[in-house]
């Protein structure tokens, strides 16, 4: 026995005690094999990282409200729903650079199933004319941290509710606030968020808001697809042939000649706006739909970060006021949102992780449905409404 | 009982246990009503700040440790002594981007009764010629955390002490200590603290401070009343003529033309320097004396911040060694003190908060006193020696 | 007994509780008087610090996990190895703002023995055409936190070990993870660490790693020396002529002419690349001797901070794969690593704390050796290929 090793404890990732937990006996009338638990990480950049696991008895989804109420992932059947980065997070905020003079330190925290980009701005760093950093990379509220979190719990319609609030506020400049639902039912494999934002302020002011869904391996591999509803799709940028627009649908194989290509759609709803996407599984044994309004979110990039899986492969799936270049190019074809002093802008998002061919099916049919006759309008180029990347003429 | 919520504790701001308590039992001969207790918050923002409460046993002070020792408000009576930020804070400093280029940052954390702004700096942020922040906004001292925290009762006077010591010191560049000690008295509704910056280095150094107090409703109400002994008056900037500086006594009505104006003061003191400002509630009920010396500190500023209450109706009172300038200004107009190796700068601020109409009635005929002949010199516009925005000559 | 004092407990530096402990009953067949223990400091900028204490009988070694596994001193004999900085930390790094404009943040959490500078850049700050801060000054690994700790104990060698992970990893851009492993054995007084720097990419990246060992009172002090087997020495700037290079191995008298000197090596090794230097105190009683590899880490920096004590008297006694110039003049000059994928950087660096005048006299017989009969090529003047500071021809 003339050699021993032990692992200093705290450091150990995630056997933190969980500082608050609820179950079957706290909710009489509710199934027996549900739990919501809250835990304070403790290891390296995660340390101070509050998160939330509410398994519904089917689904386990992972929330981190230290980190604006983001999404670090989801569980079923032994399978992963969100992707691995090359950054082993959570990372706490106060391990983020974000106002960095670049305005890139916000990829030092990156990687979760969903990430707010907002409020006041996301998309890519905007400067002043003497090149200072005014909007970093997707904007502050992921690294923001929420309070008054809660817990509701309806045993009758067998819904479970985590709400929190997120501060966006700075004296004198923006004051805005973000109340987020959470919402998962007993047993199921479909969750979602309904978010507020609220303007705190006297004087009118405007925000965006972008959701930035990233999904990884099992669910992506070269040859998933993406199925909306597409009115117009165009390119962010200038890609080389083999990548060209016309194959948005299908992911491509490994190694891509443009690792890195973002596409910005108009899509197509129905008459009350609703609309959705699909991602679906190689073998279509799986699916992902993303169900929102498009009347609240009429932007959708799709991002695909076709690179080896040691630098993060990932395809970003993003329902937005807004596409996400710079916030004057926004802001100037229409694309902000404005709110009155005590106005609130509302949205909620709906995740179906479908698990089987014939839901992938059902899914793929209501997206048929929602195109109906209607011919995509493909741009092989940039488009100067959309990218600042289009060639000037 | 189908439907059921619960708050999550830790996230409840300040619930957070006490982790330090001291009252009447621990040291005989003092009233039976009074307590000093230290929480550790743990909610959002505001997660890992130090609170030290002092109950005089008719006033609470909340001071800061964690911001520089700061104090967040005063109780008395029911009513409380501060302001009400759009900032939910206090924010712990890990959450301000203090130095983010804009140099904006302090803004974040931006809610307490008083801060220091200094030592190194306070003021307009400074930037070199290539544009990159060199001083932010109003400094770093009120960012950086206090440590060994002391409190002194002496049963005998009935003297409170709190006392802290605050490092801002980088290697090769400022080496500042400040040590502040809070002071009250048993059932008194007068409190201060006495500071001393203490240049650690080996070579001389130059420090700036100004105490930014801040008063809102219901003490601050339009028609309060700022009297002090005044020798000059000039506005920071040029404001619209509805705001002229001869008004500059009365809080204007809401909404103001100029929500925002700043006037410097230079003012009239006793043979010893000692002088004093009163801010004094519409009814005249109750008001807010503040004494100091005009030799430590021979720099008044009158902030206004007239805006609706969800901004932060607010006004500075702000005794300092300068005005809150770029430093190089300051400094160009001899506004900087020096400090020779192992030399001490000091102070201390009164507060006393009156309480009936009668004591706001003495306050002013000290005031009046101190004014005594002595005619205000009242310039319209933005003096060269004051302000930089002074129209050149 | 009118008068009481309290210090507020949670603020004194080190009473924090030990959260992990190992003594000789957790590994039998180890001696009686070794122990690790692992602290969480709780006061003002050190708050939440992990500090990591090997006592091996005779030495204690402090590592800061929290800092990037950094070792802020040892203890022997009742005397410290190490330095005072006019910083009192270890600071905490959501208390260093490494990324504020000028670079020079990092300056505010710099007092330990042994501080790594890199790993994708170390050196003076790098800004890009506008000005922006694109590497600050020595890099990022310094104030990322550690995770995974280890402790190893080999009951049959004697060796202590403790390892740590590191990661400095940004989406898109940098993917490097360092393994640590700090060793020492029982009842010496050497310790020393094995690197390891993997690139977890999947493209080739390339790196810098500079050891930054700081020692001050009492083993540095005028009459100090530094010996070590030279082939090339040269001024990293121009210096007045009292401080010539002829001059670098004696440490000057105080106050120096020019209190901030740095010097440029060529070591000479032996046959497989095996150097070192000594720093021997100027009664010759005590030594630090440095052993490295020269394949590894080729170049050498002597700094010199013969400044009084309260400004930090130090010497840098920098093993590095570069010379601290700005990352692109060491590139330039052929001085970066470049990691293949999956390709790991190693090296591993002893300190020889020499305690008696025998010891002393040892190393400098093992560097006379080294130095045999090659003479020292002295520049006098900057030279272009090891400083940007040369005179251009």
């Known amino acids: 026995m003339s050699n021993c090793t032990w692992d200093i404890p705290s450091t150990a990732r995630e056997q933190s005690h969980a500082?608050?937990?609820?179950?079957?006996?706290?909710?009489?009338?509710?199934?027996?094999?549900?739990?919501?638990?809250?835990?304070?990480?403790?290891?390296?950049?995660?340390?101070?990282?509050?998160l939330v696991e509410i398994d519904n008895g089917r689904l386990k989804i992972r929330a981190v409200p230290t980190r604006g109420m983001g999404l670090l992932d989801a569980h079923c059947d032994g399978e992963?729903?969100?992707?691995?980065?090359?950054?082993?997070?959570?990372?706490?905020?106060?391990?983020?650079?974000l106002m960095e003079p670049t305005g890139m330190g916000w990829l030092d925290g990156f990687d979760e199933l969903m990430v707010r980009c907002g409020v006041e701005s996301n998309g890519s760093p905007?400067?002043?004319?003497?090149?200072?950093?005014?909007?970093?990379?997707?904007?502050?509220?992921?690294?923001k941290p929420a309070h008054n979190l809660k817990v509701m719990i309806d045993a009758e319609s067998g819904v479970i509710r985590l709400q929190a609030v997120v501060d966006e506020i700075r004296f004198h400049f923006f004051k805005m606030q973000l109340t987020t639902t959470l919402f998962t039912s007993f047993g199921s494999t479909s969750f979602g968020w309904e978010d507020e934002v609220m303007n705190l302020g006297s004087t009118p002011a405007t925000m965006q808001m972008l959701y930035h869904l990233n999904v990884g391996a099992p669910l992506l591999?070269?040859?998933?697809?993406?199925?909306?509803?597409?009115?117009?799709?165009?390119?962010?940028?200038?890609?080389?042939?083999?990548?060209?627009?016309?194959?948005?649908?299908?992911?491509?194989?490994l190694p891509s000649?443009?690792?890195?290509?973002?596409?910005?759609?108009?899509?197509?709803?129905?008459?009350?706006?609703?609309?959705?996407?699909?991602?679906?599984?190689?073998?279509?044994?799986?699916?992902?739909?993303?169900?929102?309004?498009?009347?609240?979110?009429?932007?959708?990039?799709?991002?695909?970060n076709s690179v080896p899986a040691a630098d993060g492969y990932v395809t970003g799936l993003e329902?937005?006021?807004?596409?996400?270049?710079?916030?004057?190019?926004?802001?100037?074809?229409?694309?902000?949102?404005?709110?009155?002093?005590?106005?609130?802008?509302?949205?909620?998002?709906?995740?179906?992780?479908?698990?089987?061919?014939?839901?992938?099916?059902?899914?793929?049919?209501?997206?048929?449905?929602?195109?109906?006759?209607?011919?995509?309008?493909?741009?092989?180029?940039?488009?100067?409404?959309?990218?600042?990347?289009?060639?000037?003429?």
């Not at 970093?136 to 992921?142: Q, V, W």
């Not at 390119?235 to 948005?248: F, M």
Request: glycine letters at 8%; hydrophobic letters at 35%.
């Open 257 to 304: 000649a443009a690792p890195q290509q973002s596409f910005f759609f108009e899509l197509l709803g129905d008459g009350a706006g609703q609309t959705q996407v699909l991602l679906e599984a190689a073998d279509s044994a799986q699916g992902l739909a993303i169900r929102f309004n498009q009347r609240e979110l009429p932007c959708f990039t799709l991002w695909r």
């Open 126 to 143: 905007v400067f002043d004319e003497q090149g200072r950093l005014v909007h970093p990379l997707h904007g502050r509220i992921a690294n």
């Open 319 to 393: 329902p937005g006021t807004n596409f996400p270049n710079p916030r004057p190019f926004e802001e100037q074809h229409g694309r902000l949102v404005t709110l009155a002093s005590g106005e609130t802008w509302r949205t909620s998002i709906n995740l179906d992780w479908l698990r089987d061919t014939q839901q992938v099916q059902n899914s793929r049919a209501a997206m048929a449905q929602l195109q109906g006759d209607a011919r995509p309008e493909i741009h092989p180029a940039p488009h100067p409404h959309w990218s600042p990347r289009a060639t000037p003429t």
């Open 221 to 253: 591999s070269p040859g998933a697809r993406l199925i909306a509803p597409v009115k117009t799709v165009s390119p962010h940028d200038h890609y080389p042939d083999d990548v060209a627009v016309r194959d948005w649908q299908v992911y491509p194989s």
């Open 19 to 50: 500082d608050f937990q609820l179950g079957p006996a706290d909710a009489p009338g509710t199934p027996r094999d549900w739990s919501i638990t809250k835990r304070t990480l403790t290891s390296g950049a995660s340390t101070g990282v509050e």
């Open 80 to 97: 992963r729903l969100g992707w691995k980065s090359p950054v082993r997070g959570p990372v706490h905020p106060q391990f983020v650079s």
